[in-house]
């Protein structure tokens, strides 16, 4: 996050935390003394038991809550204020889907109108046809100190078929916000059939047949409950020049990789082989093709014991 999104996070924080129903869960850690204040021993043991409760950091580690006091400091006085401890405050406290987005919003955005959260606007809605092809498709895929999927980036050429106004960004959560870094403005989000949603990024300049737009675009997550381990890339169509990346933090690697391949998406894998961690703790796959299949890669990361 740059300093103005810090600035503006931090300052809703407080705000959110001042209020019910938020208010009412670190008050219950201080006898309700100081209740008119923010007061960061309770906020560290809501968060601590959140950290305890998920596995995430073990029970026996007493002293959780005074470690996380430099932490909570410096988030709730705009000094730094990362998308990982805002998501542990955003899942401790249990917020909203509404306050959740606007959480996000000021996190993510750069201007407005270029973040979209799924939570909390998804209505129905029906996938546009297909008209373009994909000439290369680049995606890198963190995973955070806390073994949750933290952000994803794409970089994404296509050629119009047809005449083509917006390209349909699909993804498998609504736990997500989606912002268009450049080649175009994301829409508003709709849910589709089988867990899938989607975004229309309407494109910068409409492409005329033949033509090509380039993308990059990112989603963060904010999980509340553990999403399998694993990224997944499917096509309906043919997907040229395709290059998968997956980062995994230091604090919390994985005991073991495999890149595999299902036949759909609600298969299992019918390809799985074990691939090794780079010096740069990420794994690594380059495809000059894919067509009609779903690649990606699966990991395993030992829970914490608690």
């Known amino acids: ?25 670190w008050q219950a850690n201080i006898g309700r003394r100081q209740s008119h204040a923010l007061h960061q021993s309770g906020i560290c043991q809501v968060i601590a038991e959140y950290l305890w409760r998920n596995g995430l950091q073990p029970t026996a580690d007493e002293a959780l809550p005074r470690k996380l ?11 730094s204020l990362s998308l990982g401890t805002l998501r542990w405050f ?3 406290f249990e917020m909203s889907p509404d306050d959740t ?5 000021l996190a993510g955005s750069r201007a407005p109108g270029d973040t979209v959260v799924g939570g909390s606007v998804v209505a129905p809605g029906v996938l546009p046809p297909r008209f373009h092809q994909t000439v290369s498709l680049h995606e890198w895929h963190r995973v955070g100190p806390d073994g949750l999927p933290e952000s994803h980036r794409t970089v994404h050429v296509i050629r119009a078929n047809e005449r083509l106004d917006r390209y349909p960004y699909i993804f498998d ?4 916000t989606v912002r268009v870094v450049q080649g175009g403005r994301a829409g508003r989000p709709y849910a589709l059939d089988n867990g899938l949603y989607a975004v229309d990024i309407m494109l910068t300049t409409p492409l005329e047949p033949g033509e090509t737009a380039s993308m990059e675009y990112e989603t963060t997550f904010w999980y509340r409950t553990p999403p399998a381990q694993e990224f997944r890339r499917a096509s309906r169509g043919r997907v040229d020049n395709l290059d998968l990346r997956v980062q995994f933090h230091h604090l ?9 391949e299902w036949p759909a998406l609600d298969r299992p894998p019918t390809v799985s082989e074990p691939v090794a961690l780079g010096v740069d703790k990420s794994v690594h796959r380059y495809l000059e093709a894919i067509e ?9 990361i030992l829970q914490r014991r608690r």
């Open 252 to 260: 919390r690697l994985p005991v073991q990789v495999w890149w595999s």
């Open 292 to 300: 009609s299949t779903v690649v990606g890669f699966r990991w395993h």
């Open 101 to 105: 987005a606007a959480l996000l919003r």
């Open 173 to 176: 959560t609504d736990a997500a």
């Open 90 to 92: 955003i899942e401790a």
């Open 69 to 79: 006091k430099d932490r909570v400091y410096r988030a709730l006085g705009g000094q």
């Open 1 to 25: 996050m740059d300093r103005k999104s810090i600035d503006d996070t931090s300052r809703k924080l407080r705000e959110l935390l001042l209020e019910a129903p938020y208010a009412e869960r």
